[in-house]
């Protein structure tokens, strides 16, 4: 399965994006998909998972109510909405997908996707 991460770029505090990460084939349609990011120097961490129909999301808390993980099979694509966005939410974030249940542990993903810079100004 290849993931391709897009939506990233340059927006000021309080600002929204939207970040797609599209998938090849059709496994990832059935798989527990999430979002990770990465600031300079720190480690990749978790965002927010969703499981393969979408009727379950996980948030940490950092970004919990301003953050949607959502995804549309039929398009064989996953979206985080980002509102609010803060200036330490700057990072690549990366999309990856999972063949069982939900983890926010980088370690248990199989796939991933290049990442997508988001910077947000103060």
């Known amino acids: 399965v290849q993931l391709q991460a897009s939506g990233g770029g340059l927006v000021q505090a309080g600002g929204s994006l939207r970040l797609s990460c599209a998938a090849s084939?059709?496994?990832?349609?059935?798989?527990?998909g999430a979002w990770f990011r990465q600031a300079p120097g720190k480690e990749r961490e978790f965002v927010a998972a969703i499981n393969w129909n979408g009727g379950v999301t996980y948030y940490a808390d950092s970004v919990k109510g301003r953050f949607t993980i959502f995804r549309d099979n039929a398009k064989n694509t996953m979206y985080l909405q980002m509102n609010s966005l803060k200036p330490e939410d700057s990072a690549v974030y990366y999309c990856?997908?999972?063949?069982?249940?939900?983890?926010?542990?980088?370690?248990?993903?199989?796939?991933w996707g290049q990442g997508t810079l988001v910077t947000v100004s103060s």
């Open positions: 084939g059709r496994i990832f349609s059935s798989n527990t």
């Open positions: 990856a997908g999972r063949r069982r249940s939900y983890s926010d542990y980088r370690t248990q993903y199989d796939y």
